[in-house]
């Protein structure tokens, strides 16, 4: 892990929040094996005063009266400490009428100043956010967890740029890389087979099981692309329908896999049915569904400019969690910028190259000639290098 084991930002925001005398429910969400659990740990370890953990990942095991049992020892623990006490619950979003039997909870605590502070880790962002939005309204606080970063990977275990386009940000697949097969048979069955399973098909009504996996493939496939839902349908060789296969993309966006870009529109109203432009999370997703080494990969260049603009695409989409920020697409006929991003009054273009002397083109000048944006990026080629723009969240690019 990394050397320094608190240097995440999150370590820092959890920690702080639960030192404070106000009192919010803490919620640590993001996709599968992104370190919620050892964060939770460390800030449990930095902490002055007594915690608890408790998991609810085997639901068939836990029975109604399982979190209020959990509840209560760590009730009698906050009591007993002039400092109070932090109960970590992991998984939570796998117990039937989670939501409804925290907020009694909370609101019990709340009603007698039993001094107990709460922190839920779920690896589902979609899923945890169903529950808040609709039950815990005015009671929580968001701590959002992405795939980890190039700087991240690079400090834990001593990659290069070219090592994390292709292996990407799972920190627990990293000690496998050098046995690809063994890397790849790990992603896929660890990884994406289990978030497909467990926190999605277990978790929300999917009518086509068998079309959602199949999408999620052919994201990874066609990663950096623009594809019509038409096509996709096409390519999947399913009679469904768009929306059915929206909502599927939705959904394995929510589970940090891969999501469907839209087309900026500037001030116009969005048309949530345009053509998507696909990306992955995490170009590991990538790599191992495609199969192919990373010694045969980077000897194809357009295999190799694909990964990286998946890369990007994925970076700035991480980066962009919680800052209020959306990134989006833009092509007018034969004029197309690779990255939108806008926050507010700040509107940025970016154009991702990935050979050694590209510059920008005309899309970049029809783009500026249409909205005006405040500044418009060159990632790599004569531009920013592709490992400045790697070591630097999205803030940055947008405070400069």
């Not at 639960?18 to 993001?30: H, K, M, S």
């Not at 697949?173 to 790849?184: G, S």
């Not at 192919?292 to 990969?297: D, L, N, Q």
């Amino acid at each position: 892990m990394l050397s320094n084991p608190y240097s995440r930002p999150a370590f820092a925001t959890l920690k702080a929040r639960l030192e404070e005398p106000r009192r919010f429910i803490q919620i640590v969400a993001g996709p599968r094996q992104v370190g919620k659990t050892t964060l939770a740990h460390q800030v449990a370890d930095a902490l002055n005063q007594p915690t608890s953990f408790a998991s609810a990942d085997d639901p068939a095991l836990k029975g109604a009266g399982w979190l209020r049992q959990q509840w209560d020892l760590a009730r009698l623990q906050a009591r007993e400490s002039e400092r109070g006490s932090v109960l970590f619950l992991d998984e939570v979003q796998k117990l039937p009428n989670w939501a409804e039997q925290i907020k009694q909870l909370w609101d019990a605590d709340t009603a007698q100043q039993t001094p107990l502070r709460v922190v839920l880790l779920g690896s589902s962002p979609l899923l945890i956010e169903r529950g808040l939005s609709e039950t815990l309204a005015g009671r929580f606080e968001l701590v959002r967890l992405t795939h980890w970063a190039f700087n991240e990977m690079r400090e834990a275990f001593g990659w290069n740029l070219e090592k994390y386009l292709f292996f990407g940000g799972y920190p627990g697949a990293a000690p496998l890389v050098e046995d690809e097969p063994r890397w790849m048979a790990y992603i896929n069955d660890a990884l994406v087979e289990t978030t497909v399973s467990r926190d999605i098909l277990l978790m929300t009504r999917v009518d086509k099981p068998a079309l959602l996996r199949r999408l999620f493939d052919l994201a990874c496939l066609y990663s950096g692309r623009i594809l019509s839902y038409q096509k996709m349908l096409g390519q999947l060789q399913d009679a469904g329908n768009t929306t059915t296969l929206a909502h599927y993309l939705r959904l394995l966006s929510g589970a940090g896999m891969v999501t469907g870009l839209q087309k900026y529109a500037g001030r116009q109203i969005r048309q949530r049915a345009s053509s998507p432009k696909l990306n992955v999370l995490n170009t590991a997703l990538m790599s191992a569904r495609h199969g192919r080494t990373f010694a045969e990969v980077k000897q194809d260049s357009a295999a190799w400019g694909r990964l990286v603009e998946s890369a990007v695409g994925a970076h700035l989409v991480n980066s962009a969690a919680g800052l209020g920020a959306e990134v989006y697409y833009w092509r007018d006929r034969r004029a197309e910028i690779d990255f939108v991003v806008e926050r507010g009054n700040e509107l940025i273009a970016l154009e991702v190259k990935s050979s050694s002397k590209s510059s920008l083109g005309a899309g970049a000048a029809a783009f500026v000639n249409t909205f005006n944006p405040t500044r418009t990026l060159l990632v790599g080629g004569d531009g920013i290098g592709l490992e400045t723009f790697f070591e630097r969240p999205l803030e940055y690019w947008l405070s400069q």
